[in-house]
């Protein structure tokens, strides 16, 4: 079986775990091994992000070691894989022999749908799944990556489920990594639209490719809206698979 | 103006908690980017259109020296003036002597961002001179003393009542009334007075074609055009990444141009006009005078990053695709360009120091990037002066990093430099984060993170990471 290397975003590997296990479990049902470098860390989004170069760069050549020898890359974070295929060119810039390794890393990193998708050719997983959902197109998955129809796709395929329309579905959920900190007043404003939303679509479940977004909906929807339910595609998809119904909420 | 981009957080929460902006940011952003969208539509290729559109600025950019050469000769031999400004002050001075020499006690004004960016009609207050704004909605913000709420819609947001009541105060209307049509008839018959016997009018630019030194202005409400004619002296003030090398192009820009910014083919008025009044014409200014604004431009351009941001070419479009505009409106942007086109443009003109809220206020959603008719990389721009602001970068004067949070990151990609780092940082973490709750959501992490916890939960650091479930998996 080829293998996919798993690249688990530190907020994944500490606070969602669970969605890394999703991850696996959804490369092997497609035919992949999926194979987990231990000495994987963070991909440096946050310091970039933040303005802090330096650090980022650090993170960004471990990040390369312990990657750049696998032919397939996937991650259940569009913002991340957003950073490791389009930021980490630039972020070298001035130092041409790590350019070079970044831009050969590049293709060979994709988003967990992207992967199954594009990479794998899956689009019916054969999963099972009772619930009408709405899918929110996180900016980095969609403006980024470009990634939007590839897990529409997947969610339109498991049966039992219904995908409805979204209003505002590409509008941004206000997380924005230290915005939603640094800027509370506006982040909120922008979060609880985006929820509100999601309530007027009658959908049970909001649908994501990215963690950020998703700590940062979940987390209100647990304060304001407890009940309410928003989840990672990779766990949505992950418990509909046979012999895992609804392995996790 | 007042300039008040180091108030971004306060005014943003003035205006968060303003109704009647609430109000009308749910409206116009919205149908706006949808005009526009609409608008796209009819290119025979839109995305072809847009890209050609972004193509001629990066042409323009690229040629730029050469193309404001052309561009003044060929003017000059129209018979038009060019002053070449070096900053606000030389630009104000210059149109203030020239109304002076003409004897004007008044000029009119087209709405034009730039001389706001000079503070133009405060200059000329001083000089005892008095600036007419005409633009309907830009008059209506002059007599209120506010800064434009929209680019396209300046006082959209001020309630018909107040527009009343100034109206009476400052002579326009006689008779109160709240019919719109009627009080715009009142302005129209008060400005109209200004235009007659008109010594100088001013406008901003939209585009200068080098190849003809043609000034084009587009707009919909004709004052322009007025400007334009009316007076015996017209002076266009340009910043000077206006110009483009051929009418084509010019013509090309105005299609991404209008359609972007209202969401129209082509505005109800284009003027170009090359030079002064000809002997054999009967209508036009006797003189026609081109200020060239640089006001930091030339050491923008020096830099391949920050010269991405004279790109623009004020179409609005990013205002209305903004998440972050859309919430807080154009006060908070405390100058004369706001929401993305502000972002990018205000720091790299007014430097870091009094601009720092404006380039972290972005979620980096990239939608202003995806939709800028100019090709302008707005999230790139502002992670750049992210940078230079934490770097302390001289040119944009940074402002250097807060000590702890440059600990912090130090020692977060300290800890991520090694694996056996990493796994003691992330077991002390997630110990220290689990004191302040035993649930799987905590609301709060004392002093940490109080912004967040302002309206969210946030799950606990899982007893087990997945690295720990990885190397304890039976499969
Ligand atoms: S930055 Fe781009 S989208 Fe925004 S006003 Fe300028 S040209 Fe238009």
């Known amino acids: 079986m080829p293998r996919a290397s798993l690249f688990i975003p530190c907020i994944v590997d500490l606070v969602l775990p669970g969605i890394g296990e999703s991850t696996a479990a959804l490369v092997r049902h497609v035919g992949h091994t999926p194979v987990y470098h231990r000495e994987q860390t963070c991909c440096g989004l946050m310091a970039f992000n933040s303005g802090f170069r330096d650090e980022a760069r650090t993170l960004a050549r471990h990040f390369i070691q312990v990657f750049e020898d696998d032919a397939t890359i996937v991650s259940p974070s569009g913002s991340c894989v957003n950073m490791v295929k389009n930021r980490y060119p630039e972020l070298f810039a001035d130092e041409p022999d790590w350019q070079r390794r970044a831009l050969e890393l590049a293709p060979r990193v ?52 219904t995908l409805v329309p979204f209003k505002g ?47 940062n909906i979940q987390g209100y929807l647990h304060r304001h809206h407890p009940g309410k339910t928003a989840m990672h595609l990779a766990d949505y998809l992950a418990g509909g698979l046979p012999g895992n119904p609804g392995r996790r909420p | 103006m007042k300039v008040t981009t180091d108030r971004f957080r306060q005014t943003a929460l003035e205006e968060l908690a303003n109704a009647r902006t609430q109000k009308f940011l749910q409206i116009l952003p919205l149908r706006l980017s949808a005009r526009r969208q609409e608008a796209y539509g009819s290119f025979s290729d839109p995305e072809a259109a847009h890209r050609l559109g972004q193509a001629i600025r990066g042409e323009a950019l690229a040629r730029l020296p050469e193309l404001l050469e052309t561009f003044e000769r060929n003017a000059l031999a129209n018979g038009a003036k060019i002053f070449w400004a070096a900053d606000s002050q030389a630009a104000n001075r210059y149109i203030a002597d020239l109304a002076r ?197 030339s050491a923008i351009y020096q830099n391949r990053h920050t010269r991405e941001a004279l790109r623009c070419i004020r179409c609005g479009a990013c205002l209305n695709a903004c998440p972050v505009y859309g919430k807080v409106g154009g006060y908070p942007y405390g100058w004369a360009y706001s929401g993305p086109m502000g972002q990018v443009l205000t720091p790299a003109l007014r430097g870091l120091a009094e601009t720092g809220d404006l380039i972290r206020a972005c ?46 990151h130090r020692l977060f990609a300290l800890a991520g430099s090694r694996y056996t780092y990493w ?38 650091p899982a007893k087990k990471s997945f690295h720990e479930r990885w190397r304890q998996r039976k499969d």
Request: net charge neutral; with cysteine; aromatic share 6%.
């Open chain 1, 110 to 161: 994709f988003e967990l749908s992207q992967f199954l998708v594009d990479h794998a050719g899956v689009i019916d997983l054969g999963a099972h799944r009772h619930a009408t959902v709405a899918y929110h197109e996180s900016c980095s998955t969609l403006n980024g990556l470009g990634v939007s129809a590839q897990p529409k796709a997947l969610l339109g395929a498991v049966r039992g489920t």
């Open chain 1, 169 to 215: 579905a590409d509008v941004c959920c206000g997380f924005g990594g230290t915005f939603a900190n640094a800027f509370p007043e506006i982040s909120t404003a922008l979060v609880a639209q985006k929820v509100g939303y999601f309530l007027e679509s009658g959908a049970e479940l909001l649908v994501m490719c990215d963690p950020g977004c998703l700590l």
């Open chain 2, 101 to 297: 020499s003409k004897g004007a006690r008044y000029v009119t004004k087209g709405k034009s961002m730039i001389t706001e960016e000079l503070g133009l009609n405060d200059h000329l207050a001083q000089c005892g001179i008095s600036a007419w704004e005409t633009d309907l909605g830009e008059f209506i913000a002059q007599l209120l003393e506010k800064p434009p709420f929209h680019i396209v819609g300046p006082a959209i947001n001020i309630p018909v009542e107040q527009i009343r009541d100034i109206f009476l105060e400052k002579g326009v209307l006689d008779q109160p009334t709240l019919d719109p049509v009627t009080l715009g008839r009142a302005a129209r018959r008060f400005l109209r007075d200004k235009f007659r016997d008109l010594q100088m009018g001013i406008t901003g630019v939209n585009i200068a074609v080098a190849e003809t030194g043609t000034v084009i202005n587009v707009e919909n409400e004709g004052n322009i055009r007025f400007n334009k004619s009316a007076p015996k002296t017209l002076v266009c003030v340009m910043s000077l990444e206006k110009v483009v090398p051929t009418l084509a192009d010019a013509l090309h820009q105005l299609r991404v141009l209008c359609r972007s910014a209202t969401g129209q083919a082509a505005g109800a008025y284009i003027s170009l006009d090359s030079g002064p009044k000809k002997a054999d014409e009967t209508d036009g200014p006797e003189e026609l005078h081109i200020v060239i604004l640089d006001n930091g431009r």
């Open chain 2, 363 to 408: 979620t980096l959603c990239h939608r202003c990037k995806t939709i800028c008719p100019a090709g302008i990389d707005h999230p790139g721009l502002l992670l750049h002066y992210r940078n230079k602001d934490v770097q302390a970068d001289p040119l944009l004067q940074g402002r250097g990093a807060d000590p702890r949070e440059r600990l912090a």
């Open chain 2, 423 to 460: 796994r003691i940082f992330s077991k002390v973490l997630s110990r220290a984060a689990r004191l302040f709750g035993k649930g799987a959501m905590l609301r709060g992490l004392g002093p940490l993170g109080r912004g967040w916890f302002l309206s969210r939960d946030l799950p606990a």
